[in-house]
């Protein structure tokens, strides 16, 4: 027992991240059953999906567990802007034979809202984290009103000052080596992107709330490793993806335990927001950070079509392989199993490293 479990309410300090369009209810559930937080990433589900998956996640386990929204400002549609996107993405749609003319804009990603509150009110989950900053202040009052414990990702020491100054109960510090989209929110200067090494110590010596490691922790010694340096927690994503329970696609699967895995690169194609992946064709051809992809998440409109088109014909191509930057873990095991295995770590304690 540490501050953070008892905040969570959990038999570990483990979370599983989130991570939206690769798990369901099924691999939180497993989490949470085995003594860990599982979390439901919520940032790609429509409202009926939405409802779905919280009843799943709420019959499932008895346990706490964790739901995840983005909470981005959506840009204003830039005309301009999408169709210079879609003057580099012309040869591959004729590539594929497809119509690039025939694809609609549009997000792809909704930001956490008052809908969404009002479905989560029903729920009351236990915990409940952002990306990309917190939400508008009476959103998280309401959050917070019905109890649940607040999370959010800092990417930097002034993000983690902020995210206390606005009452979270803990902060995920993201080392950069950390797999899917960067929660920074205060700056886009990659530059200022620090590994979880640096950015964790940093952020544990500035903050008074607990502090959750993420990015790059992919076994036992890596937890061990986190909690050495002061981390109340981790949170791991990238080792859980190759989980029978997570709906992680065959091409990604396949990149994640093979030699590509390797290189990974922070890149904006796929929505207009760096996220780290495995490098793969359309990153290399157009550059990963390429300027000219429109504003997040109005990027993911135009990729679709091609990603579709060539997993359907067994190629990630055009996928976002999202992987942090030590894949190691990534096997086909139950996530119980996993999450066992990860918290060995926690047992050894910082004395022994
Ligand atoms: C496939 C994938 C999807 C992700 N999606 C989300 C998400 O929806 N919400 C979120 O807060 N973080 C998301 N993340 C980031 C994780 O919360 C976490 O910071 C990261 O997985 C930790 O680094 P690791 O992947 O090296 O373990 C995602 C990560 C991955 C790998």
Request: aromatic share 6%; with cysteine; glycine share 10%.
């Amino acid at each position: 027992m540490n501050a953070l479990t008892t905040l969570l309410g959990t038999e570990h300090p483990l979370i599983q991240a989130p991570m939206a369009g690769v798990q369901g209810a099924a691999l939180a559930v497993a989490v949470s059953n085995a003594g860990a937080l599982g979390s439901l990433p919520c940032a790609m589900l429509a409202p009926d999906a939405l409802e779905r998956e919280l009843t799943a996640l709420a019959a499932g386990t008895q346990r706490p567990y964790n739901v995840n929204f983005f909470c981005h400002t959506p840009p204003e549609p830039d005309e301009a802007r999408e169709a210079a996107w879609r003057f580099w993405l012309a040869p591959f749609y004729e590539q594929a034979g497809l119509d690039i003319d025939a694809v609609p804009a549009g997000p792809g990603r909704v930001p956490f809202n008052r809908a969404a509150a009002d479905l989560l009110e029903r729920f009351r989950p236990k915990v409940v984290s952002f990306h990309f900053g917190l939400p508008d202040i009476d959103l998280l009052e309401r959050v917070k009103g019905w109890g649940s414990v607040v999370l959010s990702s800092a990417t930097t020491v002034e993000e983690a000052r902020w995210l206390e100054a606005f009452g979270v109960d803990a902060i995920i510090a993201q080392g950069v080596e950390a797999g899917g989209h960067r929660g920074m929110f205060l700056s886009d200067d990659i530059t200022e992107q620090m590994g979880t090494f640096a950015l964790l110590p940093q952020v544990v010596a500035a903050v008074s709330v607990p502090v959750i490691a993420a990015g790059g922790i992919a076994d036992a010694t890596g937890v061990a490793a986190a909690m050495a340096l002061g981390a109340s927690g981790v949170q791991v994503g990238t080792a859980y993806l190759c989980c029978p329970e997570a709906t992680t696609s065959a091409v990604h699967r396949a990149a994640l335990q093979s030699d590509a895995a390797h290189h990974t690169a922070l890149t904006r194609v796929f929505t207009g927001r760096p996220a780290r992946g495995i490098v793969n064709k359309v990153m290399r051809e157009l550059g990963p950070m390429n300027p000219a992809a429109p504003h997040f998440p109005l990027a993911t409109a135009a990729m679709a079509p091609l990603r579709a088109h060539w997993e359907a014909r067994g190629s990630g191509d055009f996928s976002p392989l999202w992987s942090g930057q030590n894949a190691s873990g990534c096997r086909e095991v139950p996530a119980a199993e996993l999450t066992r295995e990860l918290v060995q770590g926690l047992r050894s304690g910082p004395a022994a490293h």
